[in-house]
């Protein structure tokens, strides 16, 4: 297989929450095989630095702009921005996530609100923001990063379960609209991958019984996301669409 199919030279590619963990990790693979990237979070100093981690080595440029995406107007002037900054946006990768544990009877609506103002909406606003441009060229690639638990569930996740599982069907029908115009739409569903949120949230204990779930007994790198993220955003991809892509080391056929 030619490494052609992979080359991203000449795109540009816009990751929400890049600044660390999965972000970061598929800025770098995408700025590895050619593409212009622009990283996004709340923290500039988080940004300044990844940004000249991804760069390390590369001739590509790594741009980065601050983006709270809790906030309803940030997702238009992200958009705007990196179509100003870069020309245009080839690629846009949905990264950005917040997750608060509360069971179904202790949700608060501050942070149902916020979670699903983060994890849904700014995703929706991003993409329809940029989406006529791609329409014009003909060409684009859009990546939501949903999760295993969009696919199956865990207890006091419900609003992150709902928001990670309502990415699979807007993936599916703007698969179904954008398909006319050369623009893939899919969902990469990561599973245990060892990133700042999981070790936040979970304990010693939960840790061990996640990486025991996986048919490879153990958790991932993020550096792991990134071969399937490339997959998706390159012409290596370019038949596939409307799909959720599991990446869980075998979690979910874990049944037992």
Sequence with gaps: MSHSLFDLTGKSALITGGSKGLGKAMARAFAQAGAQVMISSRSAEELRAAAEEVAVGLSTTVHWRVADLGERCAADQ????????MGKVDILVNNAGINSPQAIDEIEDEAWDRIVEVDLTSVMRLTRALVPAMKQRRWGRIIHVSSVLGVGGRAKRGAYCACKAALLGLARSSALDLGPFGITVNCLCPGPFLTDMP??????AEKEYFAQRTALGRWASPTELS???????????????GEALVVDGGALINTL
Excluded at 199 to 204: M, Y
Excluded at 227 to 241: K, M
């Design 199 to 204: 070790g936040k949230l979970l304990s010693p």
């Design 227 to 241: 071969g399937p993220a490339l997959l998706l955003a390159s012409e290596a991809g370019s038949y596939i669409t």
């Design 78 to 85: 992200l958009a705007h921005e990196a179509q100003q900054t």
